[in-house]
């Protein structure tokens, strides 16, 4: 039995690069909030979620307490760490927690 291929042409059409935008605002504007109480895991309860408002790009770190001091280290070990501090910082613990937030 014989096989009979088809090969097709195809030509390549070159296309003009345009520019890109650079996300340099990101993580200027990052939202926490707190996810309390879970079951433990670890000798975690809690877990603090960040948002960067601008690239929607979400973080989660397991917290073993919920107080503003620890807060306040997992905000600069984590997150000033891997992306430099915020212009702006919001969050919605409903008067659960307070911090105190550097201007």
Not at 10 to 35: C, D, K, M
Not at 40 to 53: H, K, M, N, P
Not at 54 to 64: F, G, I, K, Q
Request: one cysteine or more; a neutral charge; aromatic letters at 12%.
């Amino acid at each position: 039995m014989e096989h009979k291929t088809q090969s097709s042409t195809s030509v390549v059409v070159p296309i003009e690069l345009g520019s890109f935008i650079l996300w340099t605002e990101s993580f200027t504007r990052v939202q926490f909030n707190a996810v309390e109480p879970l079951h433990i895991s670890s000798g975690f309860w809690y877990v603090c979620t960040a948002l960067d408002r601008r690239t929607r790009w979400p973080d989660a770190v397991p917290l073993s307490e919920i107080t503003a001091e620890a807060f306040a280290k997992t905000f600069v070990i984590v997150e000033v760490a891997r992306f430099g501090c915020p212009k702006q910082i919001t969050q919605n613990m409903e008067g659960n927690l307070r911090l105190v937030y550097p201007r």
